[in-house]
């Protein structure tokens, strides 16, 4: 089955996981509109690609474990249809994880994850720092062992929406250049979405897709989504400096995680800060500092890299960290939202869930774990 081609969904919010819904909806027949006054321009924008449900992973968390591997498995699928339908490189990276420890506590944190994934059925190979330099040779003396974690890949996310745009405006989505500031509805529906202009697209559904401002667009989604502000650097390489790590290298730096994920090119993205300061999108002295230090410390080679972006944007945080992806409210509203450090990685499982709850088909158990009723009274049963 497929989507009722008589349906009408818009779809609030073009970031990764806006864009991802509303390209397959509009595949499976819906006739969608994306209202967005700058697509692609957020969180999805700032982030650095890690696809990485596993080296994420930790202890109370295994509903949003399940759900990242579904999404990772589905990630070569989903990149080679978005190739395809685009005629762009979407960017993915398969060249795998290492995770590094400094410190002696940063060694006994990585032994408590890795005793995790060994006492859930996914264990990861434990490597000494010599054996983590032999595979990347960019990790410095410091490090004196870690993790090796093949299947945790990463995507150009840059490379990754300007495809999904693409793709989306193939499959006939009609793009909204405004903002939007409410989800309308007559009490029992939804009826349209409200823009900063006072126009209002109408509509049969509305997917709201919005990140970080997803709480502000209906009262039934209210209190349910904040913003976890992450700093975040972009680094070239040059000339004469020690060569970028082929991996994504993540590693704890006397208990602080930093992360540095491949591009081609040889450039690194450096990342991530994380504060719950509300809708502050300023970068910090503070934060470049620490990921600066941190990251040299692991990667010492960095310091001859070129600093050439410095940014912030706003994870969409929810209560419990795992998404909401489900209907919510008055019918026809919908939401994927509060994917907090996973919005990338989890954008086909989340587009795969609504577009089966648009069809009327069951979801997946992991999408169904992730139902927005676990928090909210308000939903529908
Ligand atoms: N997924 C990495 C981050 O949120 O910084």
């Known amino acids: 089955m497929t989507i009722d081609s008589s349906m009408r969904l818009a779809v609030v919010g073009g970031g990764v996981v806006g864009l991802s819904c509303a390209w397959r909806a509009a595949v499976d027949g819906a006739r969608v509109t994306l209202v967005d006054a ?22 109370g968390e295994e509903a949003l474990l399940a759900l990242g591997v579904e999404s990772v498995g589905s990630w070569p699928g989903f990149a080679a249809r978005l190739a395809e339908a685009s005629g762009r490189d979407p960017g993915l990276r398969a060249d795998g994880t290492v995770v590094a420890a400094t410190g002696s506590g940063d060694r006994a944190e990585l032994e408590t994850l890795a005793s995790y994934l060994d006492g859930i059925g996914r264990p990861v190979q434990r490597l000494s720092g010599r054996e983590l330099r032999r595979l990347e040779p960019a990790i410095g003396p410091e490090v004196r062992g870690g993790l090796s974690v093949p299947d945790d890949l990463a995507v150009d996310n840059r490379l990754l929406l300007a495809a999904l745009r693409v793709a989306a405006e193939q499959a006939g989505v009609v793009f909204v250049a ?9 009490g029992t529906r939804v009826t349209g979405v409200t823009c900063d202009d006072g126009t209002v ?8 897709a919005a990140g970080a401002y997803t709480s502000a667009l209906h009262p039934a989604l209210d209190g349910l989504v904040r913003p976890v502000k992450g700093e975040i650097l ?16 993540r590693a704890l730096v006397d208990g ?14 450096i990342g991530a800060t994380q504060a719950d300061v509300g809708f502050d999108r300023e970068p910090t002295v ?3 500092r620490d990921l600066l230090r941190d990251a040299e410390r692991v990667l010492p080679g960095v310091a001859e890299f070129a600093l050439l972006e410095v940014a912030a944007g706003l994870r969409p945080g929810s209560p419990d960290n795992l998404p909401l992806i489900g209907r919510i409210g008055p019918t026809g509203l919908l939401v994927a939202g509060g994917h907090h450090r996973n919005g990338i990685l989890l954008a086909p499982v989340t587009a795969d869930g ?20 676990r928090v909210n009274r308000k939903v529908d049963a």
Request: aromatic share 4%; proline share 10%.
């Open 38 to 59: 700058a697509p692609g321009s957020g969180a999805s924008w700032v982030a650095g690609g890690m696809l990485a449900p596993v080296t994420e992973a930790w202890p």
């Open 286 to 288: 503070g934060g470049v």
């Open 256 to 269: 602080r995680p930093v992360y540095a994920v491949p591009r081609d090119g040889g450039g690194l993205v």
């Open 354 to 373: 609504i577009v089966a709850l648009l069809r009327g088909d069951e979801v997946s158990g992991a999408v169904r774990a992730a139902d927005p009723a």
């Open 201 to 208: 697209v109408d509509t049969d559904a509305v997917l709201v």
């Open 234 to 249: 972009r680094l070239g390489h040059r000339p004469g400096a020690f060569p970028a790590p082929t991996r994504t290298v």
């Open 178 to 186: 405004r903002n939007a500031t409410a989800v309308a509805d007559d």
